[in-house]
């Protein structure tokens, strides 16, 4: 589901309203709010209803932010289906650390796909650390679950293994659209500045 | 119908796909410019207005002097639009011709003027040059005064 932030929110890293923010769990201040405008993705955790009785969901904003945030309008606002971004390009990340492995799979909503490991040995001991991505084109309406399957078919121990761990989905910039009809012609033949809105 | 004189101000216009005014106008935008003598170059655009017009984000802003070569007939040129956030560029545009004629010494000329000048002896060749590159073809040399009167025409093509 994307939504569209209404009034300025927060994105703490907890679902609560005395959650901290950012990577170095600071006390949240106005300077961590996501500005009104922006879009975000509400992510697979179920909505928490907080102790001081505010529902929050887990939203990956496109400013590239993940965290909890107060969803009640006006703070989050519901896109109708026409506003929905088509074909949005998201990139799911999940950590791993564990046993060396030979594949990694991607299920978004049910189809599979190849995911991107980038391991490395630990070090001091055996096996690897890193990521695996997924690329996802996310469908406009709906709900969606991605998982990622890490398999190690070779060594001791079974041919297989499925290993689970949360992921976090993140915006995957995209260029700006092909500018079309390019034209060039005097000022007098052309389309004038002040048919086309303020300047910027 | 442009007559021989002083470049006019140029207006380069384009539709931007998948933004909205607000946004396409916070873009940067760059035109890359291929001539048909092979020169090749870039002008950034500045001060870029957008609006909604028949339901599409038009994008305008005056051509800087410098790429004033991409109005020349025969050169092409293309436009990408760039996001200064992430600084990822679009794919070029499809090439726009230009089609106002000839630039020589900083006045344009149609297709079909024809203008004249004079050199020396020494200076003939060089002259003869400077019409050929800004694609004007060549008509007559006539001596006068122990000078040369050279006349030369405006076709928007390079004459081999």
């Not at chain 1, 009104?36 to 529902?55: K, M």
């Not at chain 1, 796909?113 to 997924?134: D, F, H, I």
């Not at chain 2, 070029?92 to 002896?121: D, E, M």
């Amino acid at each position: 589901m994307r939504l569209q932030v209404g009034s300025p929110v927060l994105v703490r890293n907890t679902p609560s309203l005395n959650g901290t923010c950012g990577s170095d769990n600071h006390v949240c201040t106005a300077a961590d709010a996501i500005p009104s405008g922006q879009y975000g993705v509400v992510q697979i955790d179920p909505p928490v209803f907080e102790s001081a009785g505010w529902w929050c969901s887990r939203i990956a904003y496109e400013t590239g932010v993940t965290g909890w945030s107060s969803a009640y309008p006006p703070y989050l606002n519901q896109l109708t289906p026409p506003q929905m971004a088509q074909g949005f390009n998201f990139r799911v990340v999940g950590d791993y650390a564990g046993p060396g492995l030979t594949q990694g799979i991607c299920i978004n909503d049910g189809v599979q796909s190849a995911a991107v490991l980038n391991l490395q040995p630990q070090s001091g001991g055996t096996g690897v650390t890193g990521t695996m991505s997924c690329a996802w084109t996310m469908p406009p309406i709906g709900n969606h679950i991605t998982v990622i399957q890490g398999v190690n078919t070779v060594g001791p121990g079974p041919l297989s293994a499925e290993f689970q761990f949360s992921v976090t989905a993140k915006v995957v910039p995209q260029p700006p659209g092909t500018p079309q009809n390019l034209r060039i012609a005097p000022v007098s033949e052309g389309v004038t500045a002040n048919t086309l809105g303020a300047k910027k | 119908m442009v007559s021989m004189g002083a470049i006019p101000p140029q207006q380069v216009t384009w539709t931007s796909t998948s933004a909205t005014p607000t946004i396409a106008q916070g873009y940067t935008y760059k035109l890359y410019i291929y001539e048909e003598s092979g020169k090749k170059s870039i002008v950034t655009l500045v001060n870029t207005l957008c609006g909604v017009q028949n339901g599409q984000t038009i994008c305008s802003t005056g051509l800087p002097s410098t790429g004033n070569v991409a109005i020349i007939s025969g050169n092409q040129s293309q436009l990408t639009a760039t996001d200064t956030t992430t600084q990822l560029e679009s794919t070029p545009s499809l090439l726009f011709t230009g089609n106002q004629g000839c630039i020589l010494r900083n006045n344009l000329y149609p297709v079909g003027q024809r203008t004249s000048l004079t050199a020396n002896k020494p200076g003939l060749n060089a002259l003869l040059s400077e019409f050929q590159a800004a694609k004007f073809k060549h008509i007559s040399t006539t001596p006068k005064g122990g000078q040369f009167v050279v006349l030369e025409e405006c076709v928007g093509y390079i004459v081999h």
